[in-house]
Structure formats: structure tokens, C-alpha cells
């Protein structure tokens, strides 16, 4: 399935297993779609404590190619909801630069009615990125940095140079112009790569412990537990995002029919890939290349594994496979 795994699993209070196959349990990871609740919606999780934005704002008030009667109504929610009307990606290749992506995205056709149904959206959340910056008045890279540095800082859209070359490889898919190359601290998404290596989708790395750190700060909120304080605040207004209130509001099920999302995460369902034993409190994501993160606040637990499937290949029916048996195997830890 992949030629290497890092596992962090612990509670809110520590780690309870950590191991590593095959590589260093240090090796910094691709995190693909782990951006998305990680970096993308802490950072919009800030932004709206600071009230410098509102999850029931129009994406129209800071996108302003994004017009017409049938998208007038989305808001910065949907977006996080995958519920904006947006596809899942573009039909051609990604443009070159913010501008385009902007254009594209906000003049292209709506897939469904907003808030009808949800379609998961690389889409919304790379403009859920650009709307980060611009609110944030600073790149989403840099927000990210400012309020993770203090618990992980090791989760970072660009690594060192000798971070790279310690990196879990991938290998560009068949329509990346990368194509055939191995990619080694280099993103793996194409829409990621176009941007630079940030964006609101995928971009991310880190290795396991760092995400576990990551995750005990968001188990902890979840349960109700005080905020950290070492966790870092941006903006004017009342403190770190990572509150028991924002995380409770953010991880709370979306009223989308049909719907298994929360506000950036995806919820528990008996047929995904946390398996069959989590309570129906917990919550987490999964990334492309093999990555994922559960958070179960009423065990008091969370479950991290990250491997590269990306770089042989196997295919994504397998890997869920794989993340099944991985939580239900941890049932009783």
C-alpha cells in the first residue's frame, strides 16, 4: 500500500502509542487535505472569533467576480461545508497564479443549488484561502505560522531544505506536468503546486507528533477542557480560536441533507474512514497521499497515521481499507 507510516495516538493529555514504519518517526509528511481543518479553517476559526469575518457572510462581499442570482446567496459556511455549489475541481488544467484561480472558480458554473446537497470542493476551500488572507490582511501561510508556533511548529507549508530531503516522497500524478518525477518536500496537489505550495486545500507538512500536538489542543476544546494557552491568537479581538466554544461550533454536523460535514471537518458515519467504533461525537479528515486525523472527544482520543500512499499508487478503496481496520484495530486502546 505505501512504502512508509508514522502513527501518533493519544488522549488529551498525551501520546499512548507512537511508532514508525519503515522511516523515521521524525520524517515530515504530505498532509494533502489535512490542510483543510488544520491550517485553512483554524485560521478562518480565528478570523471569525476576531470578527474579522462572520460564517454567514457572502462570499460576494470579498470576491467580487463571484455574481449571479443562483450563487448570490452562499456564504463563507457553505464554503467550509462543502455546500457552496462548487465542483470538486476544474475541468482544465490549474492557471498560473491567485488572480486566475479567482476568476475560474467564481465565473464557472454551479454544480447544484447551494445547501441542496454537498459535494466535497477543493474548490471552495482554495477560495476559503484567498478569503483568509484577505481578511487576515496577511498570507494564510504566515496566520497559520503565527497561531500553531507555539504547540507544533513543525506544521509548515514550506519545509527547510533539510526537512526536504528527509520528507516522505510522492510521485506526481499522470496529469501534473511533473508527471514521472518524484516529488520529495514538494507538494503534492497540482492546484497547490500552481499556487506556490499554499493554499486553502493542501499544502501542509509535518511529521506525526506534530499533528498529534495539533490534535490534543483541539481534543482538549472539544471536550471542554480550558483552551491551551500556549496557542496563539491573531487580530483584535478576544483570544486563541481553539476554544471549547469555537471548536464545539465548528465540529458541530451540518444541517445540509444528506450531508457527514461539520465546518471544515467531516463527522462520524458507520461506513467512513474512522472505522466502526468511534462515538458519533467524533470528527476528523483525510488527505490524498494517505494521510489522516480522527478526534473522538467522548473516548478522549485521537488518531493520527500518516503514510504516502501517493508514491506507489494504490488505490484510494484500499487506503480506506486500511484506515478502517487502523481505527477499529485501536478500539480499545
Known sequence: MFPAATVDVGSSLEPLWQDALETPFDTPFDLASLTKPIATTTVVM???????????????????????????????RDLLEHASGLAARLVDAPPGSRREFEHEICTMQLEYAPRTRSIYSDLGFILLGFLAADRGKAALDRQFAQL??????????????????RAAPTMALDKDIRRGREL??????NYAAALGGVAGHAGLFGPAAAVGAFARAVLRAARGDPPSPRFGATGSGAGAPLTPAMVQLFARPSSVPGSSRALGWDTMRPTSSCGTHM??????????????????????????????????GASLDVMRDVRRAFHDALADL
Do not use: Q
Open 46 to 76: 480565528n478570523l471569525v472569533s476576531n470578527r474579522l469575518t462572520a460564517l454567514d457572510e457572502p462570499v460576494a462581499r470579498t470576491m467580487s467576480e463571484w455574481r449571479g442570482d443562483d450563487r448570490s446567496g452562499v456564504t463563507v
Open 148 to 165: 500553531v508556533e507555539p504547540i507544533a511548529p513543525a506544521l509548515v507549508f514550506a519545509l527547510s531544505a533539510d526537512d526536504r530531503r
Open 184 to 189: 520529495k518536500g514538494e507538494v503534492h496537489d
Open 279 to 312: 462515538s458519533s461525537a467524533a470528527f476528523g479528515h483525510v488527505g490524498f497521499t494517505g494521510t489522516s486525523l480522527w478526534i473522538d472527544p467522548d473516548r478522549d482520543r485521537y488518531f493520527v497515521l500518516l503514510t504516502n500512499r501517493a508514491f506507489t
